[in-house]
């Protein structure tokens, strides 16, 4: 005879549904609350592919740990507040001419026409014209928050030696750089100077770059191109001023 007890589930039993309920739905739709997902086809990466790696080339040498000795300009009155704006350019090249007479070759080398027409500037009598040393320029181009004074020294030949001076906290004046060039013109862009020279090849020029190192304490060509000239040619340097100009 068949018992007329109801049916009843194990006490456990409700959690378990309960359970179950929950996992169920995370079955179909899971997938889509912070789990990966496929975006589909990646292009593969692309990296420096070293050509001939197993030809030997050539060793840099370490870096002078010292830097390079500032070449300090002789002949000049202390800098005050390291300010550049009160340095006269033409009695700055006149100390240099000075202190290296008869330079042919190097930073200082010029003409010795052009040193006698350097020693005549601002003489009695003098046409302002005749002298080479062109109106000076100003820009932050080390990065301190201070003006470095560029100079620009008109050579024959369509060469010039254009150089870069900074003061330092001691009052010393400090030629970071010099090059003399046959140039086509000089930009100031950011804290370069841009020189731009003939490259030989017809509707081209060569680009040079020159940047403040700080472990040289000196200005270096850090960077070189060929860029073909636009419709025009050259413009005009630009830069930050003439003299007295930040």
């Known amino acids: 005879m068949a018992s007329s007890r109801p049916f009843r589930f194990p006490r456990a039993a409700p959690a378990a549904l309960a359970v179950l309920a929950v996992l169920l739905p995370c079955t179909t739709g899971c997938g889509d609350t912070g789990g990966l997902a496929n975006a589909g086809p990646t292009p593969t990466a692309s990296g420096p592919v070293h050509l001939w790696p197993g ?3 050539a060793s840099v040498p370490p870096a002078d740990p010292g830097g390079a000795p500032p070449e300090y300009v002789p002949g000049i009155a202390p800098v005050r507040d390291e300010n550049v704006h009160g340095i006269d350019p033409v009695d700055l090249v006149q100390a240099e001419v000075k ?5 042919d070759v190097g ?3 010029m003409p010795r026409a052009t040193a006698e027409a350097i020693e005549e500037c601002g003489q ?4 302002p014209k005749d002298c ?4 000076p320029y100003y820009r932050d181009l080390t990065g301190n928050g201070k003006d470095e004074l560029i100079i620009g020294i008109r050579l024959p030949e369509d060469q010039m030696s254009v150089r870069v001076y900074t003061a330092d906290a001691d009052g010393r004046l400090n030629r970071i750089m010099a090059t003399t060039q046959t140039l086509v013109g000089v930009e100031l862009a950011g804290r370069d100077v ?3 020279m003939p490259s030989g090849l017809g509707g081209y020029e060569l680009i040079n770059a020159w940047s403040w190192d700080e472990k040289q304490r000196s200005m270096l060509p850090t960077r070189e191109q060929i860029v073909r ?4 040619g050259s413009g005009d340097a630009g830069g930050s001023g003439g003299a007295g100009a930040s």
């Open 55 to 57: 030809h030997k080339g």
């Open 99 to 103: 202190a290296h007479p008869r330079a």
């Open 107 to 109: 930073p200082d080398g």
């Open 124 to 127: 009695e009598g003098a046409d």
């Open 132 to 135: 080479p040393v062109l109106t």
């Open 194 to 196: 841009i020189l731009h």
């Open 229 to 232: 000239v636009p419709a025009g």
